[in-house]
């Protein structure tokens, strides 16, 4: 068991480590090289998100909370939301459990269904209209303007 325990500590920091490169990747590179990166290595991708959760749980508060939390309000009900670099897709998971169906998704990997995979620089839509942009944590990239 205790060979076990040093082999499972020994992974978790290399993934902390990894998700500090990872990060650092994503804000000094350009949303296609992203894109294509995490194309390839989708466990990278797993890896990052890990990280991310482990950090943002010790944050005062997430800003993807107080997103869906205002979204979920009656008034955003029909409206057509757009959840931009949505990671996991917290924010589309809170706004369907209050009965939004107009929520779009997108990330550079789909980890869920309801995720669409792309580089959101240019968006696999023809109507690019939107009520509410939602851009939580996801202008990373030396591109992001």
Excluded at 78 to 86: E, H, P, S, W
């Amino acid at each position: 068991a205790k060979v076990d325990n040093v082999k499972e500590t020994k992974e978790i920091n290399l993934n902390s480590s990894k998700f500090r490169m990872l990060n650092e990747f994503l804000y000094t590179s350009n949303s296609s090289e992203a894109f294509k990166y995490f194309i390839k290595n989708k466990e990278d991708y797993k890896i990052y998100h890990e990280g991310f959760n482990n950090q943002s749980v010790k944050w005062p508060l997430n800003p993807n909370k107080i997103i869906a939390k205002e979204l979920s309000k009656r008034v955003y009900l029909n409206r057509k939301i757009a959840d931009l670099g949505c990671g996991e897709g917290y924010i589309h998971e809170c706004l369907n459990k209050v009965g939004n169906k107009n929520i779009f998704s997108y990330d550079l990997v789909s980890t869920k269904n309801f995720i669409i995979q792309c580089d959101i620089k240019k968006l696999p839509v023809d109507n690019l209209f939107f009520d509410v942009c939602v851009f939580c944590l996801s202008l990373m990239g030396v591109n992001f303007i």
